[in-house]
C-alpha cells in the first residue's frame, strides 16, 4: 500500500487543481441559469447531466438553449455547483497563501535570530583593528533582535493558538466592517500566531548543525556565517521542514476560514469562500427536510483539501529524516 500513496496522493492534488482552475476554464458557466424544460422555474439541487434549458445573457438579449447539467449539477441558486465551489476554492487557497507567506518570513527570521550567537560564531575582533566599538554596536542590536525573536516566540508558543486567534477574531469583527478586509486581518494572525513551531525546529537544527564537521570547513573556507546559515543549514537541512510546515499553514488556514466564516464572522456570503458555502448550504445537508447529498460537496472538498494538505507535509517530513 505504501507504494501507492504518492500517486494517489498526486492524483487527489490533481483533481483539486481542476476543480480550482474549473472558474477559469468555463468562466461563462457562473452566468448561466439552469431551468426546467418546461420552463417552471431554476432547477435546484438538480444532479448531474440532467436535461434542462440553460439560459444566459449577452448584454440585453436573453439566450436559452436545451442542454444538460454541469458535472456537480446545480445548487439551491440554481447555479452551477462546481463554478461556485471553484470561486471558494480558489479564494481560500490565496487567502491561505497570505497566512503561510506571512508565517514563513517571520518564521524564519524568528528561528535564526534565536538559534544563531553572533559572538559565539564571530568572536570578538581585536581593539587594534579599529573596530571593536563598532563591533559591539552591532552586536546589542543583534542580541536586542535575539531578544525580541525569543520573547515573541516563547509567548505564542505558551498561549494556546485558538484562545489568541478568537481575541483577533472578535477584535477585527469590532473594527473593521469590509468583510474582506477583517479576513485579511484574520489570515495575517493565523501566520503570526503559527511562528513558534517552525522557529524552534529552525532553532534546534542550528544548535545541532553549528559543530558538524561541514560547518566547520564551510567557516574554514572563508564563507560568512550568514551565507552558512542561509545555504548550508536553511537551504540543505531545513528546506523540507520549510516546505511541509509551509503546507501545513496553508491547509490550517482554510479549515479556520471554514470555521470563522460557518460562524458568520469571515468573508462568508459577499465573497465567497468554502466556510460560506457551507453556512448557505447548511439548511439542505442530508438529514434536514428536502435535504440532498449535493449540499455536503463544500465539506467534502475541505476534506479533500485536508488529506491532499497533511500527505505532503508529511512527504515532505519524511524527506527531512532521510
Not at 83 to 91: C, D, F, G, N, V
Not at 96 to 106: E, G, Q, S, Y
Not at 177 to 189: C, G, P, S, T
Not at 200 to 208: A, F, G, K, N, T
Request: aromatic share 12%.
Amino acid at each position: 500500500m505504501r507504494n501507492f500513496k504518492t500517486p494517489i496522493l498526486l492524483g487527489l492534488f490533481f483533481i483539486l487543481m481542476v476543480l480550482m482552475s474549473y472558474h477559469w476554464i468555463s468562466p461563462e458557466n457562473g452566468d448561466y441559469e439552469y431551468r426546467a424544460i418546461n420552463g417552471r422555474g431554476l432547477l435546484t439541487w438538480t444532479g448531474p447531466f440532467y436535461p434542462c434549458v440553460i439560459e444566459y445573457e449577452v448584454g440585453e438579449k436573453e439566450i436559452s438553449y436545451e442542454g444538460n447539467t454541469p458535472i456537480f449539477g446545480t445548487d439551491n441558486k440554481g447555479s452551477d455547483s462546481a463554478y461556485r465551489i471553484s470561486e471558494a476554492l480558489w479564494t481560500n487557497i490565496w487567502l491561505a497563501f497570505i497566512a503561510a507567506l506571512v508565517f514563513i518570513i517571520f518564521a524564519i527570521i524568528g528561528g535564526v535570530l534565536i538559534g544563531y550567537d553572533q559572538s559565539h560564531h564571530s568572536g570578538a575582533p581585536s581593539i587594534k583593528n579599529g573596530n571593536y566599538f563598532e563591533y559591539i554596536r552591532r552586536l546589542r542590536k543583534v542580541k536586542l533582535g535575539q531578544l525580541f525573536a525569543k520573547l515573541l516566540v516563547e509567548t505564542l508558543h505558551a498561549i494556546p493558538m485558538l484562545l489568541l486567534l478568537l481575541v483577533v477574531v472578535i477584535v477585527a469583527n469590532g473594527l473593521f466592517e469590509d468583510d474582506l478586509i477583517r479576513m485579511l486581518v484574520v489570515m495575517v494572525a493565523i501566520g503570526i500566531l503559527s511562528i513558534p513551531k517552525l522557529a524552534l525546529l529552525i532553532r534546534d537544527r542550528i544548535y545541532v548543525l553549528e559543530d558538524e564537521e561541514f560547518i566547520n570547513a564551510a567557516k574554514a573556507s572563508g564563507l560568512s556565517d550568514i551565507k552558512i546559515i542561509i545555504t548550508h543549514i536553511l537551504w540543505y537541512e531545513c528546506s523540507p521542514i520549510i516546505a511541509g510546515q509551509f503546507i501545513y499553514v496553508i491547509v490550517q488556514a482554510i479549515m479556520l476560514e471554514a470555521v470563522i466564516s460557518f460562524l458568520g464572522y469571515g468573508v462568508g456570503i459577499d465573497y465567497s469562500t468554502l466556510g460560506g458555502l457551507i453556512k448557505q448550504f447548511q439548511g439542505n445537508f442530508p438529514g434536514t427536510i428536502g435535504g440532498t447529498p449535493l449540499a455536503l460537496l463544500p465539506l467534502i472538498v475541505l476534506l479533500l483539501v485536508a488529506v491532499v494538505g497533511n500527505g505532503f507535509t508529511n512527504l515532505f517530513m519524511k524527506l527531512r529524516h532521510e
